[in-house]
Every structure is written in structure tokens, then in C-alpha cells.
């Protein structure tokens, strides 16, 4: 399960431990001052942290089953078959075992290869794993273990069936015998190494959560709680209007977007060659969503909620208080129409009085008179060429016009363009 770190929240009561009894067994022989039995970090690396490893003996053989656990408390759940070893040896009078956790956080490069190591936390659990067999607390561990994939998923998918709930079992292991120890820093090069020519430093490691891969045939957009959290610059929205919605663009929208864009003329001035199938299409829209800098919408008008087109954000310069609006494309049909007008005045809305953006840009090819003359009617300046900027779909150099709109001239464009659809609905 390899996915962005977030810590995971379980709704829980708060434990009154904040320290743990130091052992026999769970104090660490080699580097002893590495060792924490703070509850506050032992809670955090196992709430972290997606697998663990469980070490037991069985038939007289030593055992490692790496499985997923979930955090409720001072009671550590692991997830497992009723057909595994673990699971059988447990059903008499519990499985004694060890649990082992770790974050790496970083590689530790040192001038000597000695000295090489990680930054790393990590927990250590002895004690005896008991089977959960009240039905109440098995379903309050499955809704945990669940969550701990991805917070809100367990309301959002079914629960298990009476067959499915008897093929699986868990085990509690309580959170009593337990220590954590932990490496931060750089290097720690012996006095006589200081001098070598060798580069020594950290090399930080970070799990991090890709674009969400939907299954085949997907037709559910992807939920909220999937999506990537990249900051309000970079965060998709929906933004409502009377006339149309804007809401994240999803790969389950590439059937409809691709019913409605199906015209030589949309993609007359795109940079993009126009898709000749849903497929060529959804290519289009997942680098779309691959893009880090673009935030891309379905345009669905308001009224018979149908896919009219598509326009995003781009380019966004946080430090700068600047991003761009473009890669607008809306059926032929809707073109002249309030949804136009009102796309850009909802995403100008949230750009200036949402983001504080102090400058929006508009880029678009110098041939596409259409689409020049839609921006100046939304109050933007033209500011001049860019010279071979990018290149057509043809492979042709584009020269593209650059147009901009600052936050002082946003309130007098946001009355116009509000009057305008407020008495015809019908503009850019």
C-alpha cells in the first residue's frame, strides 16, 4: 500500500498513558539512549507507519508475518487470515509475539562506511495477542483497520458479509510491553575521518501518495478523501454558479467530455491533437491530473447537468500571488452562452477573493481571434507576444498573446461581468 503518509486519526478517547513501564524486554541493549517509552511518539510511529511485522513461534519454528494493524488506544489490532499460522496458534490461550514497526526517514551517508546508517523511528510490542471474537469490538477493529488505509473509507465502502467477517481474523495486542527508538541527524564520522574527500550528509526518504489509478471501467469520481492534498493553490474546488458548475475533473468524466468536445473546431487551437476516441481522450485527461501545476474542471451546466466542456488552472505562483486560467475547451454548441462568462467569473472569484492572488494570465495562441476576443470581453489586458512559446499540435511554433487581469482592476470586471449575466445570461 504505497501511498502519501498522512497521519492517521481515529476517533477515539484519549489515553491516559504518557509513559510507558520500561522491561527487561523492551529496553534495547545496543544504543540504550535511542530508546523513548513516551506514549505521545509511540502512538504517532504506529499511527503512521502502514505495516508491521508480528514475530511468533510456531511448531517449534520461528514466524514473520507482515500484515496491517490499527491503533485504538492501548490495544494494537492486526489483520490476518484464520487459515495463517499466527491466527491458529492464537486460539487456545493467546499468541505470544513481538511486533515490530519502522519509519525510515532518511539515508545516512558518512565519510566512513562504518558510520553509514538511517534516520529512522521505530516500535518495538511484546506480549500476547488474544483473537477477537466479540462481535462488537471486531467490527469497531475492521472499521479502524480500514480508516487506516484511507481516513472516511469506511463509511464509503461496504462492510464485510458474515462469510467474508469469517475468513478474517484479528488479533489485540495491548499496548503494555512497548518502546520506541528513534535516529535523527547526520553522520557521526570519527575526529580522524574529518578531513577525508569524501561527501557526507542525509539523503531524506519520504513515502509519498501517487495519483489515484481508478479501476477499470471506473464510473465513480474519485472521492475527496483520495485526493491529493497540495494546497489551496493547487487544490481542486468545485465552484458553483446559476448557469454552470466547475467541478475536479476525474477520469470517470472522459465518456461525456469526450460526447460533448467531439468537433474538429474545439481543437482547432489546442496544443493538444484532437482525440479521435474515448481513449485518446483519456489520455489527455490523466496528464491533466498528472500535472502538479494544474488544477482542471468539468464545466457541467447547471440546469440538465450535462459535461459541456472543460478549463483549469495553472501555473500557480504562491510567493508571486499569481496564476494562469487556460486550457479551456466547451462544445460548440455552448459557445456565446453564459457558461463562458461565467466559468471565468467563478474562477476569478476564487483566484482574487479566495487565493488573494494580486495577477491572473490568460495564454493563447495568436491565430485564435475567438479566443482573444473572449478574454478582452472579461477585462483582461493585453500585455504583448511570447515568441515561440510553445509548440501546436501540428509541431508548428506557437506564438502566444499574454494577457493579464490585476486585483485592482478585478472589482470593476467582476460588477461588469455580473451585470451582463444578470440581464442576459448570454456573453463571452
Known amino acids: 500500500m504505497y501511498c ?15 509513559t510507558y513501564q520500561r522491561t527487561a524486554r523492551s529496553t534495547p541493549r545496543r544504543l540504550p539512549e535511542r530508546a523513548s517509552y513516551d506514549a505521545e511518539l509511540v502512538h504517532a510511529v504506529l499511527d503512521e507507519a502502514y505495516v508491521c511485522h508480528v514475530s511468533y513461534v510456531a511448531d517449534g519454528e520461528p514466524r514473520v508475518l507482515p500484515t496491517l494493524h490499527a491503533r485504538v488506544g492501548e490495544t494494537l489490532y492486526l489483520h490476518g487470515s484464520t487459515g495463517s499460522r499466527a491466527m491458529l496458534a492464537a486460539r487456545d490461550d493467546g499468541l505470544p509475539v513481538c511486533v515490530a514497526v519502522t519509519i525510515i526517514d532518511g539515508l545516512v551517508l558518512a565519510k566512513s562506511q562504518f558510520h553509514h546508517s538511517a534516520n529512522y523511528r521505530s516500535v518495538i510490542v511484546h506480549g500476547v495477542a488474544r483473537p477477537v471474537a466479540d462481535e462488537d469490538e471486531r467490527a469497531r477493529a475492521f472499521a479502524a483497520l480500514v480508516d487506516k488505509v484511507a481516513p472516511g473509507r469506511d463509511a464509503d465502502s461496504r462492510r464485510p458479509s458474515r462469510r467474508e467477517s469469517a475468513q478474517t481474523a484479528v488479533l489485540a495486542l495491548p499496548l503494555a510491553e ?40 471506473q464510473a465513480v469520481p474519485l472521492p475527496d478523501y483520495l485526493r491529493l492534498q497540495r494546497g489551496p493553490w493547487r487544490d481542486a474546488v468545485t465552484l458553483r454558479g446559476r448557469h ?9 468524466h472522459t465518456p461525456e467530455l469526450f460526447a460533448a468536445l467531439d468537433d474538429a473546431e474545439v481543437w482547432a487551437h489546442l496544443t493538444s491533437p484532437r482525440p479521435t476516441s474515448v481513449a485518446d481522450l483519456a489520455a489527455i485527461v490523466t496528464a491533466a491530473l498528472s500535472d502538479p501545476d494544474r488544477v482542471a474542471f468539468v464545466q ?19 510567493s508571486q500571488r499569481s496564476i494562469a486560467i487556460g486550457y479551456t475547451m466547451v462544445g460548440r454548441p455552448w459557445w456565446r452562452t453564459a457558461i463562458n462568462t461565467e466559468s471565468k467569473l467563478l474562477m476569478l472569484r476564487y483566484a482574487f477573493d479566495t487565493l488573494g492572488a494580486l495577477r491572473v494570465e490568460w495564454h493563447t495562441d495568436v ?5 482573444q476576443r473572449a478574454i478582452e470581453r472579461l477585462g483582461a489586458q493585453r500585455e504583448g507576444i511570447l515568441r515561440r512559446h510553445r509548440q501546436r499540435a501540428d509541431g508548428s511554433q506557437r506564438d502566444t498573446v499574454l494577457y493579464s487581469m490585476i486585483n485592482d482592476e478585478w472589482p470593476a470586471a467582476r460588477d461588469r461581468l455580473a451585470a451582463a449575466l444578470d440581464t442576459s445570461g448570454v456573453t463571452a
Open 4 to 18: 502519501h503518509i498522512h497521519r492517521f486519526v481515529l476517533v477515539q478517547k484519549e489515553s491516559r498513558v504518557e
Open 367 to 371: 491565430r485564435n481571434q475567438r479566443s
Open 300 to 318: 457541467r451546466e447547471t440546469e440538465t447537468g450535462r459535461i459541456v466542456g472543460s478549463t483549469s488552472f495553472y501555473a500557480p505562483n504562491p
Open 178 to 217: 512497548v518502546s520506541a527508538k528513534l535516529r535523527a541527524g547526520g553522520p557521526s564520522d570519527d575526529p580522524e575521518d574529518a578531513d577525508l574527500p569524501h561527501w557526507a550528509g542525509v539523503v531524506p526518504l519520504q513515502l509519498t501518495r501517487g495519483l489515484a489509478a481508478p479501476a477499470e471501467d
Open 244 to 252: 454552470v458548475v466547475l467541478e475536479p475533473l476525474d477520469r470517470s
